[in-house]
């Protein structure tokens, strides 16, 4: 038999839970295994009632015994939450390192309080007397003596204390029997149980062994079960492939081989009716999460891949939960608080209305979604937005969705300034954002599912555990409460209650009194498995290492994982360990705790041994066959829009397919001050404005010499960028004063923008004097276009008429290079376009105006009389435009405008990943996940980018 039918706790630790002994295992998750163990047990044996078994982990079992010491009136001191004493352990550090700005005061609070938990757990707080080396430890000694005099003036006691307090009564006990010569004193209730067994604790600190022995000596019977089972029948004693070593060639092929090994293991026990238990074990279980799960999900449950797949149970879950604060019902209170005083960012805010956890119902997303593209949409969009100024935007009152949202938003404001009209405490601010919440209809109409209620129920005790911080009844500002809020929901862990799904994927340690069926340890390599050491950087290393400390010692950490790993080999009748050959540093090998290591296999004979189809890959990726037949054509009657259909079709076919058939758009983003595009589009209308007036060179080189041109250049960049001006005025506060605010900000960079355009355009307009005579004969000038049955709409800048004909200018603010026009997928295919299908009559030439700040230049291709002309200015590129290099344009335009018209669709980047650097939509392609990618990725040298814009020799 390959797996147990059912799980049963080994003969002598159920015996022990039948006789009442107390059972303490080494974790919260440990225990409810233990307990739901057991209940199955019971189950199978057709009993349907039974006592509760006296299952507790150690923190939760020290609480209990000093929750029953104050109930009883041996005990008044207060034992302070880990969140109480870290704010205690922030105020008394805060002094001393607020004026070092690149040193964060939460960060030294965390490693000060850890580093007394160290000294508690390691009985080592008589060291503090010492003196120490370094000044950090120094500081820290200073710290941990004035936390231990406010506890004791104040009656608070530290919850890494406990088991030294427990301890000293332990061993207080023993002295009573000693003296009256009984082998237990009387007690009612007793303290301390008469019979204990530990569960799976891989390290006892020397703190939690004195408390041991001291109830030893006092007549408590204590046992200790490691984790390994019992086998159950002769044949379950048969020796079997017990253990193995993988070597695959990188974390991915290690992760995905270790699924397939799942998907097989679970389909040979339903064949025979069975439920196996499988560990999947991972040191750095946090930071491989997220690769994990997308593997373990596409393998083992390829059904719920599909974003419109419904939701359901995945065969496996995780025991590390996550960040409270990265839920998105948290995220969304979180968010929504910190509007109520701080402005939002613009993604911050768009996410905010879409999550639908301010909404009355389902139906409400379609016009709040439309109000916020709208939004998006604005010429004077900024990039934050304060509460205030989001709610006096126009467009409230399109829907009565859009109106219900603003009146709970208004009413979540009002809440919130009542409440900040008075001095508060924490409790106080933890009342009343739940009122804020409660107002705007936080957490939505959605249907709350179980996890749901559970998120909502950790949101509520994350409140009242910040409200405990008023236990010294100090007041508190908002924005501290939001600090302590944040920070504490970024550090909470939610896990949703287990399902006891058969695939468990945890930690080595979180294993510890935990048994399987199975167990496959990814990252077993010499890097990886024991991590690192490394000691704790507030207490001297000679002490950590005389005490045993944790990380003091890498000699101490390898006997340890030495100990977990064949912890691990007992756990499971099957085990195998993985690790990949090569890693981005560099190649590596197995860890040496793996001694005598277990025979090794390649992922690849691993794959077939699990018989793992040839075509299957490490990681999916989306394929798009090119199936000629299967293209829908363009209607050849529709205008596909201007020149960038092309110019995508040339950089991607699938670029242009997205944007112009699937309609495709990235969300608007903004930034402090206008965008490239904006400002772009600013000089354009100044430029076409300006030459409106001027007309011609002779115009040009008169203003100059007058000192008439720098008046209208500012009228007309005036005029450009009137639509950029703040139309609404800054919100005052209860004074009558103009607050600072978005739009005062708006106004002095658009002042400092007008400024900068001016010397800009001034600059150019001296450069273009210097050109022979010339009148402007066009400006943005409208050009139907058609490139064989492909129809465009195209704008040409300006037309100049030269002698003997026309020239075609196009303005660009950034760099320009006549380069980008050649080959059959042109870079820039703009110019060429307009030459030849522009239907512009008597073209001499085509020309890039590069106006940029001390880089002003014309770059293009001109006619043999002409180009002497432009070429004899300074910087100026120009070369030939002759009637072969015509040819090579149309040929090459109209070959992308096929493609195009017949639907090519094809992943297929010009240079990857160059043509993908600006692209917008990379998530549609997922071209990231190719093996093209991965090979880019391999070769950095292929594609180096200079730092200036421009490429490197590897192109």
Not at 143 to 148: D, G, K, L
Not at 176 to 201: C, I, K, Q, W, Y
Not at 597 to 612: F, I, Q, T
Not at 702 to 720: N, V
Request: include cysteine.
């Amino acid at each position: 038999m390959l797996y147990k039918r059912s799980m049963r706790l080994p003969q002598n630790l159920s015996a022990a839970i039948e006789e009442g002994w107390l059972v303490i295992a080494s974790s919260p998750r440990a225990a409810r295994a233990l307990r739901r163990t057991y209940a199955e047990q019971q189950r199978k044996s057709g009993i349907s009632a039974w006592r509760s078994p006296a299952i507790a982990h150690w923190d939760g079992w020290l609480e209990s015994l000093w929750q029953q010491r104050l109930r009883t009136g041996d005990e008044s001191r207060f034992v302070l939450s880990a969140l109480q004493e870290n704010e205690l352990w922030i105020r008394l550090i805060r002094p001393d390192i607020e004026d070092r700005s690149l040193i964060a005061i939460e960060g030294v609070a965390d490693l000060a309080q850890q580093a007394y938990s160290l000294l508690c757990n390691y009985d080592a707080l008589s060291a503090l007397r010492d003196e120490w080396p370094n000044s950090d430890a120094r500081s820290f000694s200073a710290w941990a003596r004035s936390f231990e005099t406010q506890c004791r003036e104040q009656g608070w006691i530290s919850r890494s204390k406990l088991p030294l307090i427990f301890g000293e009564l332990a061993q207080s006990q023993v002295a009573v029997n000693e003296t009256s010569g009984a082998r237990r004193a009387p007690a009612d209730p007793p303290l301390f149980p008469p019979r204990m067994t530990l569960v799976g604790f891989d390290r006892i600190a020397p703190a939690q062994q004195r408390l041991l022995t001291a109830l030893e000596q006092a007549g408590c019977e204590i046992g200790r079960w490691g984790g390994s089972s019992q086998p159950e029948s002769a044949e379950e004693q048969r020796p079997g492939p017990n253990a193995a070593l993988v070597e695959a060639t990188d974390s991915l092929d290690e992760v995905s081989v270790c699924a397939w090994w799942v998907r097989r293991t679970m389909e040979l026990a339903a064949t025979a009716n069975q439920r196996p238990r499988i560990g999947i074990l991972v040191p750095d279980l946090a930071a491989r999460r997220g690769e994990i799960a997308r593997v373990f999900r596409r393998i083992l449950a390829p059904e719920s891949v599909a974003v419109t797949a419904p939701e359901q149970p995945l065969p496996f879950e995780f025991s590390l939960g996550v960040s409270l604060a990265r839920t998105p019902m948290a995220r969304a209170a979180l968010l929504l608080l910190r509007w109520m005083e701080q402005p939002l960012g613009r993604e911050e805010l768009t996410w905010l209305m879409l999550s639908g956890f301010f909404w009355r119902q389902q139906s409400d997303w379609l016009p709040i979604s439309a109000f916020d593209a709208e939004m998006r949409h604005d010429e004077v969009l900024p990039p934050t937005y304060p509460l205030d100024l989001y709610l006096r935007q126009s467009g409230w009152h399109g829907s009565t969705a859009l109106s219900a949202l603003r009146d709970r938003l208004f009413a979540a404001r009002r809440e919130w300034q009542a409440a900040n009209r008075s001095a508060r405490g924490f409790a106080q601010w933890a009342e009343a954002a739940r009122a804020i919440l409660a107002e705007a209809g936080w957490p939505g109409a959605h249907r709350m599912q179980s996890e749901d209620f559970q998120l909502k129920s950790r949101w509520d005790r994350l409140l009242d555990s910040v409200a405990q911080l008023s236990f010294d009844g100090r007041a508190a500002g908002y924005k501290d409460f939001l600090r302590v809020l944040q920070r504490q929901a970024e550090q909470a862990i939610f896990s949703p209650e287990s399902r006891d799904t058969p695939v468990q994927i945890l930690g080595p340690f979180e294993a510890a009194g935990l048994e399987f069926d199975a167990v496959w340890f990814l990252g077993a390599s010499e890097s990886g498995w024991p991590a690192p050491a490394r000691p704790h950087p507030l207490l001297p290393i000679r002490l950590q290492r005389e005490r045993g400390m944790p990380h003091a010692a890498p000699g101490a950490d390898w006997e340890l994982a030495r100990a977990v790993t064949a912890r691990i080999q007992n756990s499971a009748r099957h085990s195998i360990f993985s690790y990949p050959l090569q890693e981005k540093d560099g190649p590596l090998r197995p860890s040496t705790v793996l001694e005598p290591r277990p025979p090794v296999l390649s992922s690849a004979r691993m794959r077939e041994n699990l018989a793992v189809p040839l075509e299957e890959q490490p990681v999916s990726l989306l394929q798009l066959h090119d199936d000629q037949t299967a293209g829908v054509p363009w209607p050849r009657e529709r205008e596909a829009g201007g020149y960038s259909v092309l110019k995508m079709q040339a950089a991607c076919p699938f670029q242009a397919f997205a944007h112009y058939r699937l309609h495709a758009r990235p969300l608007e983003q903004t930034d402090w001050g206008l965008d490239p595009k904006d400002r772009g589009k600013v000089l354009h209308d100044a430029l076409d404005g300006l030459w409106s007036e001027l007309k011609n060179r002779d115009a040009l080189r008169a203003g100059i010499q007058a000192g008439s041109l720098k008046e209208m250049i500012g009228r007309w960049t005036d005029q450009a960028l009137k639509r950029y001006r703040p139309s609404r005025r800054a919100p005052k506060d209860e004074t009558g004063d103009e607050q600072q605010s978005e739009e005062n900000w708006s106004a002095a960079y658009l002042l400092a923008e007008r400024t900068r355009i001016i010397g800009l355009l001034e600059e150019w307009l001296a450069y273009e004097a210097e050109r022979p005579p010339f009148s402007v004969a066009w400006r943005e000038t409208p050009i139907d276009a058609s490139v064989g049955d492909l129809k465009l709409k195209l704008r040409a800048d300006r037309i100049d008429r030269i002698d003997g004909g026309q020239l075609l200018i196009d303005y660009k603010t950034g760099q320009v290079s006549i380069d980008d026009w050649e080959g059959n997928r042109p870079d820039e295919p703009q110019l060429p376009l307009y030459a030849i299908f522009g239907n512009v009559e008597e073209l001499r030439g085509v020309l890039l105006a590069q106006i940029r700040a001390e880089k002003l230049k014309f770059a293009g291709r001109l006619e043999n009389d002409v180009l002497p002309a432009i070429s004899g200015l300074r910087g100026a590129t120009v070369d030939l435009y002759a009637p072969e290099l015509r040819s090579q344009w149309e040929a090459a335009l109209l070959a992308l405008a096929r493609n195009f018209l017949k639907g090519e669709a094809s992943v297929d980047p010009k240079e990857y990943p160059h043509s993908c650097q600006y692209c917008p939509l990379p998530s549609l392609c997922r071209i990231g996940e190719s093996a093209r990618a991965r090979a880019a990725f391999d070769n950095e040298s292929d594609s180096i980018d200079t730092g200036n814009g421009e490429r490197g020799n590897g192109d």
